[in-house]
C-alpha cells in the first residue's frame, strides 16, 4: 500500500450582513424597519470520485475558500447565499485533523463538508418591538469555518513493475507515465516504491516500480519481503527484463521463482513481459530467442526501449486493457470520529476574561451583534447597553472588578466602561 499526502486549508464563506433599512412609500408615513437578513457563507465540500488516482491536484494549491453569503437588503429581502464550493479528491482518502479522522471518503459519491459557511446577520426588521420602532440595529454575519486538514491516500497501484536491479524500471516508469524517479546505473537504484501515473483512454492507471527483486527476496535477500507485499496489492504486473543480457532468459525465471516462493496468489496475477533496451543491437536481435524461453510463454510480451519510448504505448494500452476487467481491491475504511456541527449560536452563550487592562467578552451573537450596531445610534447604543444587562454580562464584570474607564472588549470593538448615573 502506498501512501499520498496533502495538506490543505478550507474556509468557509462568510455569512452576509444584516441590512438597515426603512420602508419608504408614499402615504405610508410609518412603513417600520424592513432590513434583510444577510444569506449563509457556502460550505466548502470534499467528495469522492474515480476520475482521480491520486493528490496531484493539491500539490501546488493549498487553500480553498467557498463564496461569501450576499448582504440582506429593504423590504426585507435576504441576501443570497454563498455557492458551496465542491472538490473531488480520489476513492479511499481519507480526511484527518491533527490525530483526529473526520471523514474516509471510500466510495464514489460520498461526500463531507469540511468547512462550514457562516450564518448571514439579521437584518434591522428583527430589533422591532413596541417601544423601539426604528431599531439602526443589525447583526453582521459570521466567519466561515477555517481549518487545516491533511488528506491521506491510500493507493493501491493497480501495475507494478517487478523485474531484477537495473532491468530499467525506474527508466520505463518515466517513459511510461509523468513520473520523475531518481535513476542510476547500479543495481538497487531504487530503495523505495516510486508512483507514475499513466493515461489509457479516459482513465489513469497508477504504475508502481517495484524496487529490485533478487534470489531469496522472499527470505528477505536484497530488499527483502517488505518490497514483495506492494506487488501482492497490485492488479497487474509487467516483468521487465534486460533482453542485452546473455542471461535474461535465466533472469525471467529467477523472478518468478520468487513470486511462486512468497506466494499469496502473485503468480496468479496477470502478468505481461516488457523485453527492455532494445535501443541496444545486440539487444533486439536476442528478442525472438527470449520469446519462447520465458516461464510464462502464453503471457503478451513486447520488445521496448524504456530509453528511446518505442513499444512503450503497445504495452500500456495491452496494460489498461487487463487492468479493465480486474476489479479493483476493496478499501478497508477507517474508523470515523462524528463531527459536531455548530449551529447559530445563542445570546446567552457567553463568558468574560481578563485580558492585561482589558475585559474580554466572548459569545458568537454578541460579537456579530456588535459588529453590525450602528454606534452612532443612541438607540443602538442603549439596546446593547440593555442587552449586556439582561443577559447578567454587567455583573459578571463588576464581580471581576471593572472600574470606570476600563476597556471592555466585544469582539473587534473596544468599549469604555461607564457606571449608570
Not at 542510476?184 to 516504491?193: D, E, G, I, N
Request: charged share 25%; glycine share 12%.
Amino acid at each position: 500500500m502506498f501512501v499520498d499526502h496533502a495538506r490543505v486549508v478550507v474556509e468557509g464563506g462568510r455569512g452576509g450582513r444584516g441590512a438597515i433599512s426603512f420602508r419608504r412609500e408614499a402615504h405610508v408615513p410609518r412603513g417600520g424597519p424592513d432590513g434583510g437578513d444577510g444569506g449563509r457563507g457556502g460550505d466548502v465540500v470534499l467528495y469522492a470520485t474515480d476520475d482521480l488516482s491520486t493528490l496531484a491536484d493539491f500539490r501546488y494549491r493549498h487553500r480553498f475558500k467557498a463564496t461569501s453569503g450576499e448582504g440582506g437588503a429593504g423590504r426585507k429581502r435576504h441576501g443570497k447565499a454563498g455557492a458551496h464550493l465542491r472538490i473531488p479528491v480520489p476513492v479511499g482518502t481519507v480526511l484527518r485533523s491533527g490525530d483526529e479522522i473526520l471523514a474516509d471518503l471510500s466510495t464514489p459519491g460520498d461526500e463531507v463538508v469540511a468547512a462550514r459557511g457562516g450564518v448571514g446577520g439579521l437584518g434591522n426588521s428583527h430589533f422591532a418591538t413596541s417601544t423601539r420602532q426604528a431599531p439602526r440595529i443589525a447583526e453582521d454575519g459570521e466567519p466561515g469555518e477555517e481549518r487545516t486538514i491533511d488528506l491521506e491516500l491510500k493507493l493501491l497501484a493497480d501495475v507494478g513493475l517487478v523485474g531484477l536491479p537495473n532491468a530499467g524500471k525506474s527508466t520505463l516508469l518515466a517513459a511510461l507515465t509523468r513520473a520523475r524517479p531518481k535513476i542510476a546505473a547500479y543495481p538497487f537504484t531504487t530503495l523505495t516504491p516510486n508512483l507514475g501515473v499513466a493515461v489509457v483512454g479516459d482513465r489513469e492507471l497508477v504504475i508502481a516500480d517495484i524496487p529490485g527483486l533478487i534470489e531469496g527476496a522472499h527470505k528477505g535477500a536484497g530488499l527483502g519481503e517488505e518490497f514483495l507485499r506492494h506487488v501482492e496489492r497490485t492488479r497487474v504486473l509487467i516483468h521487465v527484463i534486460d533482453v542485452s543480457r546473455d542471461s535474461a532468459a535465466d533472469d525471467a525465471r529467477v523472478i518468478d521463482a520468487e513470486l511462486a516462493a512468497y506466494g499469496h496468489g502473485l503468480t496468479e496475477k496477470p502478468q505481461l513481459y516488457a523485453l527492455n533496451k532494445i535501443d541496444v543491437p545486440v539487444a533486439r536481435e536476442r528478442v525472438d530467442q527470449v520469446r519462447p524461453a520465458l516461464p510464462r510463454p502464453d503471457a503478451p510480451a513486447f520488445a521496448v526501449s524504456a530509453l528511446t519510448g518505442e513499444g512503450c504505448r503497445e504495452l500500456l494500452e495491452a496494460t489498461g486493457a487487463l487492468v479493465a476487467h480486474i476489479p479493483a481491491p476493496p478499501i478497508t475504511a477507517p474508523a470515523v470520529t462524528e463531527r459536531r456541527i455548530t449551529h447559530r449560536g445563542r445570546a446567552r452563550d457567553w463568558e468574560v476574561t481578563r485580558q492585561g487592562d482589558a475585559y474580554l467578552v466572548r459569545g458568537a451573537r454578541l460579537e456579530r451583534l456588535a459588529r453590525g450596531i450602528d454606534w452612532q445610534s443612541p438607540d443602538a447604543l442603549t439596546y446593547f447597553q440593555r442587552l449586556l444587562s439582561t443577559l447578567g454580562i454587567d455583573r459578571e464584570l463588576r464581580r471581576q472588578g471593572v472600574q470606570e474607564g476600563d476597556t471592555v472588549k466585544v469582539g473587534t470593538m473596544e468599549l469604555e466602561w461607564r457606571e449608570a448615573s
